[in-house]
């Protein structure tokens, strides 16, 4: 299994998404919240497994859908994964920053 870690950032987005589905449904932010992890988790035996974002070429940053969320990561090259945001798949993904 490759290393993952999290991004500040990415912790960051993950808060908001737990404020705002906690604030509706605090079960619904559970399961949206064990879902993405349990997303990540795969990441570390599949890093690869998340279509390739070109935009940030040469880098390898991918992105792994979870219901309406995007899991925005970076492969490195011993196959680690840092994960780099959470975002909502409404977002414009093309104006965000790594």
């Known amino acids: 299994m490759a290393k993952v870690v999290w991004s500040e950032e990415a912790l960051d987005w993950m808060q908001l998404i737990d404020s705002y589905l906690g604030e509706v449904s605090p ?3 559970v399961r949206t919240l ?23 070429d ?11 969320y995007q899991i925005i990561y970076e492969v490195d090259a011993d196959d680690g994964v840092r994960v780099l945001a959470v975002i909502h798949g409404a977002m414009d993904i093309r104006r965000m920053r790594f």
Do not use: C, F, N, T
Not at 40 to 53: A, N, Q, S
Not at 58 to 68: A, C, D, F, H, M
């Open 27 to 29: 079960q619904a932010a």
């Open 34 to 56: 064990e879902g993405i992890l349990q997303q990540v988790e795969m990441l570390g035996d599949h890093p690869r497994i998340g279509g390739r974002l070109p935009k940030w």
């Open 58 to 68: 040469p880098r390898e940053v991918r992105s792994k859908l979870y219901g309406k």
